[in-house]
């Protein structure tokens, strides 16, 4: 049975797939609407992957890992845990490293008994990880040489342990691997876990300059995952799903992903680890990203879907046509992080005819679930952000008076649901102020239109997306007003076609400084990460413009500089 309608094929899955029953139920006094079936704890997807056993999960350079290999290597990593580290439920451990097995086997393990997983920014600076140490406290860290070494100098004054996982040159360190391989064991161990209890923090910039714990839990994880599963199954039933996952010659292969985007953010752990973990995805983890390298890839391992930022796909599609290849097993490409040129979707689907494309919006604090759209509907509306996923997500677009607005009228987007974060990491006054009743207060404004079609149209945080990186301007701006010679500054996104928008400064120094661009940009490279250094920064010589309430005038400069 095909439907027409999107209500139709909704209803139907909801109705007569018991995978997909919903119910509400009480989460920490408000009630949402939860899948009553499926998996109710991360650890329950461990488990699902022993339905692939045999096939590839894990591709690393040289190394592979079966489904069934990152099973055991999981379970002895959970008893090293627990046994070495004396880790129990609710314990936060730190992950901090570029994208390698390691990252998803520990993240795995933690889960598996009950801890916190940690997942720190690998990008960010010593004095940037030693806020978001301190911040979160945790009784150990999981790291690779070339993090170690940013965090040698205040490991002491925290009391921190740390194991090392892999070398600079991407080799396994004998610290972890020995200890790891020593332990024989094939199950998990048998602990108890609440689906209401924290398995993850994620870090996230934010408004007030420094970043924010996202606090996530077991129930918050599956129900994006499940949200996602049923989006997959409405468009089955539809008959607007995937082309089948066989080649030319009719042989059946692998789903298999290309890992880009970094582990410690929700792009990487729940739309690539916990997903493929599920569905039987190879996972083809990339050290760096690099476009020849990546069609490469996927040519070689017969990759069906990518997922990144709009600037990676068009880079994809670019190089391919340069050497020729032409991507016959991509199925899925999907984009976020970043607006995505009107022409690029109708460039990719006219280069790839089968290949179901679209884009998404999602937060760490909704744990990604958010909003999307693909296929024929995506082509057609290239300039909408999508469709609130459903089943269990609820939303509002309101005005500054908590009143929902009309159809057409930009306000802030409202979302409800039991992806949301618990809270923020010992931040009470910020999670009362976007966390209210259930309903989450994103600081993004946006419009829908009678087809229930959102647009994002701006955001009240002042926030930058740089290629999918959230950059907060007020920590960028606190950074340069360090300077002694500086005055003012401010700071504010800046167009750019190859990221989506960067990082510009406009600053007013002493009238004896002999500061300039470059001069200014050295300073901030101790104490920001380099994706956060303002690429542009224009140095006046008079006060800089200010609205009526005496605060700069932010907007004024940008439309003078953008």
Known sequence: MVFQSLDDARNYVLSNDEDYFIKDELIRGVSFTVFKNGPKLVPDIL?????????????????RYSFGEFH??????AYLLIDEYNIRPGDRVAILMKNSPEFPLIFMALASIGAVAVCLNSWWTAAELEYGFMDSEPK????DEQRLEKIRGFLPKLGLKTVLCRHRDSSKSDEFWSAVLAIEQNQLPKIDIDQDSDFAVMYTSGSTGHP??????????ISTLMSWHFGLRVLDAMGLGPVPYTDKNGKPFQPCQLVSVPF??????????????WSGTKLVIMKKWDPPEAVRLMESEKVSRFGGVPTMAAEIIEEAKKVGAKLDSIRLIDTGGANRPADQAKEMADFIPHVLTGTSYGMTETNALGIAIRGKEYLENPKVTGRLIAPLAEMRIVDEFDVDVAVGEVGELVLKSAANMRCYLNKDIETSEVLKNGWLYTGDLAKIDENQLITLVDRKKNIIIRGGENISAQEV????????DVVEAAVFSVPNERLGEIVGACV???KTSHENESSLQDFLKSSLAAYKIPEHIWIKNKPLPRVASEKIDVEALKKEYS
């Open 264 to 277: 410690f953010h929700v792009s990487g752990t729940h739309g690539g680890v916990l997903l493929a973990l």
């Open 477 to 484: 701006q606190t950074a340069i007003l360090e300077h002694p």
């Open 508 to 510: 007013y120094c002493k």
């Open 72 to 77: 055991e290597l999981t379970c002895q990593i």
């Open 47 to 63: 488990n699902l992957c022993l339905n692939h056993k045999e096939k590839d999960f894990l591709v690393f350079d040289e190394e």
């Open 212 to 221: 924010k714990g996202v606090v996530m839990t077991h129930r918050g994880a």
């Open 140 to 143: 150990l860290v999981f790291t």
